[in-house]
Each structure stands twice: as C-alpha cells, then as structure tokens.
C-alpha cells in the first residue's frame, strides 16, 4: 500500500488517483499539512490502528524558491527559507521515525543544484545541503536504516516551467520511476546512499 500526503494541490492528487488505474486501490491519499505534528503524529496512530507497517517514507516536500541574492538585507529571508525547507522534511522524519519498520528506507529529495547551484538560489542550495546534514544524522542514529539521498535533476515542474528551462528538463515521472528501481535494488542495504542526477 501507498499512502501519500498532500497539503494544497488537490488537482494533482486527483490526477494521480487517476494515473494510478487498476493499482489505484492500493493508494491512499491524505490531506494534511507536512509542517503539522499533530496531523502527522495522528496518521501515524491510524496506520499502526490499521495493522500498517511503514516500509518506507520519501521526503519531498520543498517551498517554491523566489530568485533572491546573497545581501545583508536578504539575510533573513534566506534564513526563512531554509527553516521552512527544513521543517517540511524534519516534521514527518520526526512523526513517522518510531513506527518505521526495522528495514525501512527513507529517501531525502536534495537537488542537482548543489553541484551546480542557479545564480538567483543561494537560499534552495543552503537548503537542500541542511536536509542532506539531516540525512547523514539519520543514517547515523539508525544504522538498521536505509538512507538513500537522492539528487534529483532538473524536471518540469512548476518551478522550471518556462520557455528557456524546460527544454532540458526531465519528465517527473521518469525521474520516480528510475528512483522506484534503485530503492528495489538496493534491498536490505542499510546506510546512506547518495544518487547523483545522472544516476535518476
């Protein structure tokens, strides 16, 4: 069983429920907020009610980044940023941790813009390299854990769809898609993984 958690985009979750087809009626869908402990805390009781075992978690969620530079006035609006980016994945981490099974993965959403980090984002990439510091405590506080990093490449998404950034843009799907394969060959190997972009 799948279950996933959405906050605002209702259409997309419809849309999902759809693509989904027959496999639908192994999805479940929630609508709660990533940032709310109690709603989280609360799916996590409902599931152990329901005789489920979390086998795995992935963290995606992630605030839209607004172009800003690196100025003393901008300080605090970076300092938001990553607070707010981090806080989306720190929150379900912190809620689903004890009812993990004991060979469980959680994958850490990070981005190529590390490596290569856009000019107007210096508040995504110090984002991002926070949740990857997250990461690494994981792997380290729960050895049994499979931590897998993963450094997502460009996709069309909301924030690069735009006549100049799409054209090398990765559909999403393909991109999961390539993600679900390696999760389901790297079984039962525990420790921190990192996947580079050319590797999704």
């Not at 958690?5 to 759809?18: C, F, H, N, Q």
């Not at 999805?27 to 009610?49: F, S």
């Not at 990857?132 to 994981?138: I, K, P, S, V, Y």
Request: charged share 20%; hydrophobic share 50%.
């Amino acid at each position: 069983w799948v279950h996933a958690v959405y906050s605002t985009s209702g259409d997309a979750a419809d849309e999902l429920a759809r693509r989904a087809g027959p496999l639908g009626r192994r999805l479940t869908l929630h609508r709660a907020d990533a940032r709310d402990p109690a709603a989280l805390m609360a799916l996590c009781v409902a599931l152990e009610a329901n005789g489920e075992q979390v086998s795995g978690l992935v963290l995606a969620a992630a605030p839209p980044p607004i172009p800003m530079g690196v100025t003393a006035q901008a300080a605090a609006g970076i300092a938001d940023y990553v607070a707010r980016s981090v806080a989306l994945v720190a929150t379900p981490l912190g809620a689903f941790l004890p009812v993990l099974s004991s060979d469980a993965f959680v994958v850490f959403c990070s981005s190529a813009a590390l490596a290569a980090p856009p000019r107007d984002w210096p508040h995504y990439a110090a984002a991002k390299g926070g949740i990857e510091g997250l990461a690494r405590w994981t792997a380290a506080a729960e050895p049994a854990l499979r931590c897998v990093v993963a450094r997502l490449p460009k996709m069309l998404t909301d924030m690069t769809n735009s006549p100049g950034a799409r054209l090398d843009a990765l559909a999403p799907d393909g991109v999961a898609g390539r993600l679900v394969d390696r999760l389901e060959a790297d079984t039962g190997r525990p420790g921190l993984t990192i996947l580079e972009p050319e590797e999704l």
